[in-house]
């Protein structure tokens, strides 16, 4: 069995994940932690003049969060292993995604229907968190555009 858990820092994502490890337990299970990283597009660094400045603040906006992203899979990773799951059966992927800040949650969601799409999983298990505003309500959340796109997957939604 092939499990995606996409993380992110709540407390949702923590639940997920310890989820997905109960879920694995006793099976011949592999377990893809997934975490989604934004960048700003560059078509708006090259509208705020190509370089310079706000360049150079883009780079390290997306390196540092590049780099929060891999701590955070690597704390994941070693929650799960301290369960009792093998560490060879525990692997992280980060994928980076250009993205306004408005559009994140989206990008997000696409980044992980492509993940789940492309990796030939048969369990999906995401975080579920309340929406804070009422622009998110009105485009969905994450888990429920991932759930909306898992034709013939299961996706587990774990409750924050």
């Known amino acids: 069995m092939k499990i995606l858990v996409a993380v992110d820092s709540s407390a949702a994502a923590r639940k997920a994940v310890s989820f997905a490890a109960n879920l694995a337990r006793g099976a011949s299970a592999e377990i893809t932690l997934f975490h989604v990283v934004e960048c700003l597009p560059d078509f708006l660094v090259q509208k705020a003049g190509g370089g310079g400045a706000?360049?150079?603040?883009?780079?390290?906006?997306?390196?540092?969060?590049?780099?929060?992203?891999?701590?955070?899979?690597?704390e994941q990773r070693q929650a799960l292993v301290g369960t009792g799951m093998a560490t060879a059966k525990v692997h992280t992927k980060c994928c980076q995604r250009e993205s306004r800040p408005e559009a994140k949650r989206v990008v997000a969601a696409l980044a992980i229907i492509d993940e789940m799409k492309q990796g030939g999983y048969d369990v999906v298990v995401l975080g579920r968190r309340a929406t804070a505003s009422q622009n998110e309500s009105l485009i969905g959340g994450v888990a429920e555009k991932v759930a909306r796109e898992a034709h013939g997957k299961t996706v587990c939604i774990v409750d924050g």
Do not use: H
């Not at 603040?57 to 969060?65: F, I, L, M, T």
């Open 54 to 74: 706000f360049a150079t603040v883009a780079s390290e906006w997306a390196k540092s969060n590049a780099e929060a992203g891999e701590r955070l899979l690597t």
